[in-house]
C-alpha cells in the first residue's frame, strides 16, 4: 500500500531514542538531588494479622532519621490505589498505613532517613506486635461461607453503584447475558467445557517503581515520579494527605516500562507525606523483591467456560465464569474482570452468552492492571476449547475460527452489556484484518505443512486469534496544546504519558502530519501536571487513537491559525493556501511557519499561534490479531522448546511502523514468557519463595523463539488517520496458542499455566 | 573507610569508601547516570560497565576492587551529536523503547562485536543473554548488533 501521508507510516528516528542510547540523565534516579532523604517501607511478614501494639519511638530517635510514619499518625482515609478515572471503579478498600495486614507485603510503617543504611536500621527498630489471624489463599475458597474475613474494617466501600459485598471476600461481581444458553446447548452437537487457571505474574519493569518528593519555596511538592498516570498521582495522593491538588505539580521523565504496573499509585502518597513531615525532599524506590511482592500483579484466575456448537461448525453459546484473585486490595478486579468478558466474548457472535464474574480477596499479593488487562486470562480458555471443539468435529482449527470470528460490520450484545464499571456502548466492528492476519500467519508458520514427529521430541502448531479494545469510550479523555515557535517548530504539550512506548514520537508525528511540517520540528513535552493539559494517562490500549484524537485536533486549529495569518501577509484568501513541509503554498509568494510566527509575534495584530484540544471516544475500536506457535515436545522431559512465533496484527494504520512492531515484539515474548516460565511459588503461610530475576524467569535472547511479525494495515476510519491501538494486544496469544501447539504435539491439553517441563511431563504421564 | 584509585571514562577519581560499596553505587554516587539499578543481584543486566574492557555487572563488584583499574560506560562511546555506530544502529532499528536496560546492552553489544567482529545471530544471543529488556522483545536488538557491527567494520576499512 503506498503511503499517501508525509509523516504518519514513516520510520522518524524516536524523539528520546538518542537521549536514552546516550545514558542521559532522564530517569527518576538520576534526577533526585544529592541531600535527598531515603524513603524505605516497612512491610508485613504475615498474611493476616492484627496489629496490635506498635512503638515508632526508638526508630523516630535514631540519629539521622527525619520522619516515621504509621496508622497512628497518619489520616485514615480510604481510596483505592488503582490510578483511575473519577469515581473509581475499584473499592476504596486501602488506606495509607492499617493496623491491619492482609498480605506478606502489606505496608506497616515507613521512614525517611539520611541514608538507606539509617533507614533501614530505623525500620528495624519498630517494634510491632501481631496478632495472627487464618489467612485464606484460595480465592473461590474465600467466596465460600465461613472463610476469614479480609476486609472486616467497616469503612472500606465502593464509590460507584455496583456489587461489593466485603463479608464475603467479594471485591467486584459482574454478571450478563443475552438468550437461552441451557436450552442453545441442549440442542448443540458438541459441547466442550473446561476450567482453565493462569497464574500470579509480575509486569517486571527493569527499573521499579520510584518517586522523588520535593518541597519548594512556596510549599508546594513536586513529585517526580515513574508513573503511568500523572494526573491520577496528583488527585489521589491530595486525596490521601489531605492537600489541595493545587500544591501538587506530578513531572513524569522517562519512565523504565510499566505495562501497567506504574497505572497504580502505589508509593506517591507515602513519600509525599515523608516529605511533608520532614521538610526535606525524599527519594523512594522499590527493590527488585518489593517489586514482586508489595507492587502489583496480574490477577489469577480460575476460568471455566463452556462452548456450543452445531455439527455445522457454527458456534451457537458461550457460558463463562471467572473468578479472579484480586488478592489483598481490590485494585481493578472490577475492570480487569469484566474486561475478560468484553474483549474475548465479542470475538465468536452468538446469540446465547452467559457471563460472570467473581473478583475475590485473598491474603496473597495484589491484582492490578496488566498489559492485556483480563483479555489474557480469558482468551485462554476460549481459545482453547476452539480447538478441542475443532478436535471432536474433525475440523482444522483454522478453519473453525475463520467460520466463526466476528467481521467488519457486525456487532455484539456484549460491548453495550460490559463497560468498565458502567454499562458499556454500542459498537458495530468497524476496519477487521482479522481475515488477512489468520491467512498471512498461517502462511508464515506453514500451518498445512506436516510436522515430524521423531523419537522422544513432537512437533506440534497451534494457534490463537485475538482482539483488545483501543481506550475507554465516554470515560476517558486526552488533551493537547501546541504553540507555535519564531523557527517555526512547535511546543507539543501533551497530558499522554510516553512511558517507554514511543507515544510522543507517535503523537508528534501526528500532529506534524496535520500542520504540514516535519516532525523534527515537534518538541514533545508529556505529562506535567502544572504545564500541560490533562490526559487520563497511558492504560486502557488509548494513547495513539485517543491522545491522538487531541493532538490531531490542536493541529488543525494550529495549521488554520497559521493560515489566518499567513493569508493576511500575504494579502490572499485563506483556502487557497496549504502547508507543506513547513512552507506556505498557494500565495503570491512562499513563506514559511518561521515568517508566519515571528510576523505574529512581532509585527502586526500580534498574537501566539497556539491552540488546545480534547477528545473522547465515541468507541472502542478493537485490534485484531493472530498468533501461531510451531513447538517441539520433549516426551520424556516435558520441556516445550518454542521453535517460531508468529504474530500477525491488525492496529489499523501504524503511525510509525516500527514502534508499532516493537510494541508487538516485545508483548508477544511476555505472553510467551508468561506461557512457559513465569510463576509466583508461595510457601504455606503466602509469602512469595521467588521474588528475583533468578527465580522468577523472564525471557532473554538466548530463550527466544524465531520471532515473525506481520503488520496487517487497515484503516480504522473513527481513529486518528486511521489508527487503533497496538500496545496490550499481543501478550494475550501464547497461552493458548502454545497449549494448542502442544496438543496437537503429543494430545495433552495443559490448562493451567505455565507449560513448565514439571507441569507437561506430568500431563504426558496422566495421559498415559 | 578503603582509599581507592580508579579511572572512569578517562578521568582519575580517588576517595575512600566503605568496604561494602558496590560499583554501581559508586559510579552513581559520582554522578554516572547510565549506569541502572534493575535488580542489585546481577540479575537483570541494567548496570553493566567495561571493566578494563571487560564486560561486567557493577552490581556485583565492589568499589574498592575495581580500584586500579579503569570503568568505560556509556557516556565514553558517543553522544547526541556524535553517536558511536552501536547508538545509532539501536535508535534507527527501533531497538530502544525505555530505554532503562540501553546502556548496558549497548557496552555489551560492543564487547561481543570487539570479540566477534561479524556475529551470527546465535553469538548475539548469546552475548545479550545477560540484559533483560521487557519492552521490545529483542529483536529488534539483534538486527541492531548486526547493523552496527557492519558498520563498524567498515569504519575499521577507512
Known sequence: MTNKFSQVGTNVRKVDGMALATGGSLFVADLAPENALCGMILTSPHAHARIVRMDISRAEALDGVYAVLYHGNVPRILHTTAGQGFPEPSPYDTVMFDNKVRYVGDRVAAVAAETPEIAAQALSLIEVEYEILEPVFDPVKALQPGAPVIHDEPDAHVVIPVPYDKDRNLAAFVETSVGDVDGALAKCDVVVTGTYTTQYAQHCPIEPHITLCELDPYGRVRITSSTQVPWHVRRIVAQCCEIPVRRIRVVKPRIGGGFGAKQEVLIEDVCTMLCLRSGQPVLMEYSRKDEFVSSRTRHPSVCTTTLGLTKDGKIQAIRMHMVLNTGAYGSHALTVGSNCGSKVLPMYPCEHIEFKMEGAYTNLPVGGAYRGYGATQAVFSVECLIDEAAARLGRDPLELRVQNHIRSGMGSPIFKALGEGTEGVEMTIGSCGLPECISLGAEAIEWKKPRQSSGRKARGVGMAILMQGSSIPHVDMGAATIKLNEDGSFN???????????????????????????????????????????????????????????????????????????????????????????????????????????????????????????????????????????????????????????????????????????????????????????????????????????????????????????????????????????????????????????????????????????????????KA | MIPIQLDINGQTIEMEVVPDLTLLDLLRAVGVASVKKGCGEGDCGACGVLLDGVYVKSCLILAAQASGHSVETVESLGNVEHPHPLQTAFVDAGAVQCGFCIPSMLLAAKSLIEDHPEPTVEQIREGLDGNLCRCTGYVKQIEAVQTAAAVMKEEDHD
Open chain 1, 492 to 766: 507539543l504539550l501533551m497530558g499522554a504519558t510516553d512511558l517507554g512506548t514511543g507515544s510522543d514520537t507517535v503523537l508528534s508525528q501526528i500532529a506534524a502530519e496535520e500542520i504540514g511540517v516535519d516532525t523534527t520540528m515537534m518538541i514533545p513535552l508529556s505529562s506535567d501536571t502544572d504545564v500541560t493539559p490533562f490526559d487520563v494517562g497511558a492504560y486502557a490500549s488509548s494513547t495513539t487513537y485517543l491522545s491522538g484524537g487531541a493532538v490531531k485536533k490542536a493541529a488543525l486549529l494550529i495549521r488554520h491559525q497559521i493560515l489566518e495569518v499567513a493569508a493576511e501577509m500575504l494579502r490572499c484568501e485563506q483556502e487557497k493556501l496549504t502547508i507543506e513541509d513547513g512552507r506556505i503554498l498557494g500565495g503570491a509568494k512562499v513563506i514559511t511557519c518561521s515568517d508566519v510566527a515571528l510576523h505574529s509575534l512581532y509585527s502586526h495584530n500580534q498574537k501566539q499561534i497556539m491552540a488546545s484540544a480534547s477528545h473522547i471516544t465515541e468507541k472502542s475500536p478493537p485490534p485484531f490479531a493472530a498468533h501461531f506457535a510451531d513447538v517441539e515436545v520433549d516426551l520424556d522431559t516435558g520441556f516445550v522448546k518454542l521453535l517460531k512465533y508468529v504474530s500477525a496484527v491488525d492496529c489499523g494504520t501504524t503511525i510509525h511502523p516500527k514502534l508499532a512492531e516493537g510494541q508487538t515484539e516485545g508483548a508477544t515474548m511476555n505472553g510467551i514468557s508468561f506461557a512457559l516460565t513465569e510463576e509466583y511459588l508461595f510457601n504455606e503461610k503466602g509469602r512469595m519463595l521467588n521474588p528475583s530475576f533468578g527465580h522468577y524467569k523472564i525471557f532473554t535472547t538466548a530463550d527466544m523463539p524465531e520471532m515473525v511479525t506481520i503488520m496487517v494495515p487497515t484503516y480504522e476510519t473513527t481513529g486518528p488517520y486511521g489508527a487503533k491501538s497496538v500496545s496490550e494486544i499481543s501478550i494475550n496469544g501464547a497461552l493458548p496458542a502454545i497449549s494448542n501447539a502442544i496438543f496437537n504435539a503429543c494430545g495433552v491439553r495443559m490448562m493451567h499455566g505455565p507449560f513448565t517441563p514439571e507441569r507437561v511431563a506430568r500431563a504426558l504421564r496422566e
